[in-house]
């Protein structure tokens, strides 16, 4: 913060010396480290002039990144701008495309990804532009994990991180590309070894004291506890994302992530407060350009949960058009399992061509990975789904029982009984669902499991909900015990292995749920509970 104020004063004395401009230019990226974005914004537009033109376009390339976690948009407006300049050298041309194609992929923009990074390819020497490849590298990552080839996407991730060490990058500390990997093993079934990537970019974040940094892992973190069904640790992991969102100035990653975690967090749990709280953001997305796909994915969710089948089905018609490109057509990063919702929308539709297009994309993905055993239960329960198929759906269950989705895969189980023949078996289908529901506080889902053993002449009381807002959760019960013990909110954050910002949310909600206003009061309520 100190370095931006600094930044920030020898920018503003250098605006008027034009023979200062290239020495105030190398201090822009400074402005946006240090949160000034309107201030680094100012100083890009106003010292260019006094530049030559590779001068001038390494300036805007400085300030490209930046703009990547605000808007992907405004990001390759300002790459496009320096690559309409005349004199820019290969190698800046190279890292400006580089970044191109990169925002082209985080607004899942398949035809200009395609272009950008062929030439950037085209253009970028392997002894001497490090930095270019590790991004182009890195973004064809992201294109051929979209082409269904998981194998060659790991593999350039795996030499983008070699390219970005070569130019002196530490990768946990490079975002957005660096938190690829994460995402992508999080996208495939994989949770348990994203989590372990997550943790490690914490910790060195955490280190390297880079507040934007952790805040993206952090964001990261909520999509895979949403995906593992960790709901409550997901939501305040995301709450905690969207209040430093503001600060930072994180616009698209931040909403199309952990806005749209929250939101659907709230359709699980049935928080109507918090999905009318959150839906304005969602809307807001959904109209716009950049991530509009996701944001209209997650409206198509609510409405299909709400049984507005014609809007979850008009919702759905861009995810529909996208299914064979090589871009995320539902979530952001992919959720393969949105297929199984995307298939009961469009039954519902009575749309057989586009549910049979959802059936050829489902199994082009598994056969083209054939080691994954997600790929392969996603395939098998949506074919279940369309062909009503009971061992298909049953087939996928049990996969499933060795994922870490267990949302889905009590969807499946919901399935299952749909077609299945079997008077016994699929009650105890929906009974092993419904625990699985409410082993994980999804209350909603739980109240739909509870209406269909009804329709079957099965009575069951639904279990205590788990969430109360005068109960803690485990983790808030740690972190009150380590505070009545005196720690501070960093020794906190080092015990538990968090963030401190994930404490500070924490403390947050358990003054809320238990009244209290003060460290002093919370103290004096824990010893009366503990000494009635």
Known sequence: VEAARLAAAALGGAAGAPRFAQRASDLIPGLWAGGRGQQAREATAALPPYLADDDRARVLLAVAPHLTAVSFDEAISVVDEALSLPHVSRSTRAELLAVRSLNAANKADARELQRSLTEARAIADPQADSRALATIDATESVFEFYNQRWDASLALIARAFDNARRAGIRPNLWVPEGLWPAFARNSIGEQGIALKLIDSGMQEASAARNLPAEAFWMMVRCRVLFDAGQLEDARLQAETVLDLAG?????????????????????????????????????????????????????????????????????????????????????????FADDLTLVEILLTADDAAAAATVDHVASVRAESNPSSQYAAAIRDAVRGRIRGDAALLDAAADVLANVSRPLVRARVLELYCRVCSDAERAPSSLEEALQIYEAHGASRDASRVLAALRARGVRRRPAPSRRSDNILSAREAQVLEHLVRGATTQQIANALFVSPHTVVSHVRHIYAKLGVNSRKQLIARHSESAHP
């Open 247 to 335: 600060e930072l100035g994180l616009g698209d990653f931040a909403q199309a992530t952990a806005g749209i975690v929250l939101f659907k967090v709230a359709l699980h749990v049935g928080d109507t407060t918090l999905a009318d709280s959150t839906r304005p953001m969602i809307q807001a997305l959904a109209s716009g350009v950049s991530v509009a796909q996701a944001g209209r994915w997650a409206l198509a969710v609510e409405a299909h949960d709400d049984g507005r089948h014609g809007e979850a089905y008009k919702l759905s018609s861009s995810a529909v058009a996208s299914l064979r490109e090589p871009v995320p057509s539902m979530s952001q990063p992919a959720d």
